[in-house]
């Protein structure tokens, strides 16, 4: 269980939540719901015991398993399968037996052999405590319904796609919880975990949520999931800094809210209207001296039907997106030829070959780990094919978003990466670009490593668009948006003029780009983009 006292959490000077109580019990499916910006995230790692609070005190009894939107794994050289492992501490065990073993088959002394002999037997009891050869099997089960076939398990944490090792990460918090060498009892605290999951996965998530016994918060946009999970919700409202509690399930509260915001409206019209006519009475009665006092009272009158209303909510701005309008080029502004990515002897993809002619469409399709990814970051020069060549056309400028915000450096602030994404644009100009972007004031001087999901969303893309590209290289760039955010990125899609080669799951994103190619991985098979092709989106 999780308690939170007189809370309060600030972003700069910004206070985002104060003198909140929270408490999280067993059974609790909370989703914690709001904007963009309004400090979802930033009050899920309070509550994980990833930050400390500005005020107020958080307890919790029992394990946390806390899942961050970018999980930043310690050492990458380990195999996936030993990362799930580890949160139960099975992977140390295991490669303890497996010296104890090797020592056991070369040790000629009596005395010695029988020690070793003893160690594996108290490390083969300890294994048997937290479950064993069947936790293992458990370990497997919960990795293959997120995706992690047994040859990526095998693999090291390095030769991942990020979407694979946000699965891993995923994968090892519920491992933690689930089995009979788990606890069952463990508070989940999970920041987007559908991202990167495909549909298949998503729904054995949800079944999974559902049937968990200790208590879960989730921040989510996925609106099936909260629909079919949560059973209370907490809003985040960003215009008030204050937190709403519900205690019913989704429908309930989307209803509960809808007549909420109803009443509000109501109210303050009602009032308005009260006010408006003392007002107008107290104007007329001011200007006679023997009825100055009156005026003033009913002037009073008015103003205080007016305080004493609570605020009507206004709705959250959104980002005014829209891509560039692109530079000059050549017919084929980039071309791709012969590419091919290997990690070890393991294959990623071969034979691509792409040549992205000026204002094209085109979507990367492919399962999880077929390498997406991988080759638009070739395609963007931030990584180098083990065959092949990215040739730029004449007068190429591409643009890059990367689903992990890989372009941008966590230890500078808003200000100094939207400086180095658009080194020539005058001060200005853009101040009054990120202001539409929704960043001004104190937050330009924020650390973008302390942003939401959303918000480092938010900069990467006002990066594109200070930046005049005529190729832009998409990677799910519709990942932490909320609904209203989503579309203004779906909508500068449409009306983008240059070329677009584009990776989602978000089949909304494809159907917008309305893209005239494909490109399957592992294959590298271009094909004639059709409606068929939309069902493979999800699955990607």
Known sequence: MITASDLELRAGSRVLLSGVTLRVQPGDRIGLVGRNGAGKTTSL?????????YGGTIRST??????????REGDLSVLARDRVLSARGLDQILRDM?????????????DERDKAVARYGRLETRFADLGGYAAESEAGRICSNLGLPDRVLAQSLETLSGGQRRRVELARILFAASGDGGNAGTTLLLDEPTNHLDADSISWLRGFLKSHEGGVVVISHDTELLADVVNKVWFLDATRGELDTYNMNWKNYLRARSDDEARRKRERAN?????????????????????AVAAKQMQRRATAL????????????????????????GKTPLTAAGLSKSYGSLEVFTGVDLAVDRGSRVVILGLNGAGKTTLLRIMAGVETPDTGDVLP????????????HDTLDMGRTVWQNARSAAPDTP??????????FQFSGEQLEQPAGTLSGGERTRLALAGLVSSAANVLLLDEPTNNLDPASREKVLDALRHYEGAVVLVTHDPGAVEALEPERVILLPDGTEDHFSTEHLELVELA
Request: charge should be negative; proline fraction near 6%; aromatic fraction near 4%.
């Open 271 to 291: 009032a308005e209207k009260k006010a408006s006519a003392l007002q107008t009475q107290a104007a007329k009665m001011g200007a006679k001296a023997t009825k």
């Open 306 to 329: 007016l305080e004493g209303l609570d605020d009507e909510r206004q709705d959250d701005r959104v980002a005014a997106i829209r891509f560039p309008t692109p530079q000059s080029c």
């Open 98 to 110: 497996e010296k104890v073993q090797t020592a056991m088959a070369e040790l000629a002394d009596d």
């Open 62 to 71: 029992g394990p946390v398993g806390y899942l961050p939107q970018d999980p």
């Open 393 to 404: 056309g004449h007068g190429l400028r591409t643009g890059y978003f990367a689903q992990e």
């Open 45 to 53: 790692r309070a509550i994980a015991g990833e930050s400390e609070p």
């Open 427 to 436: 001060e200005q100009q853009l101040r009054t670009l990120l202001g539409a």
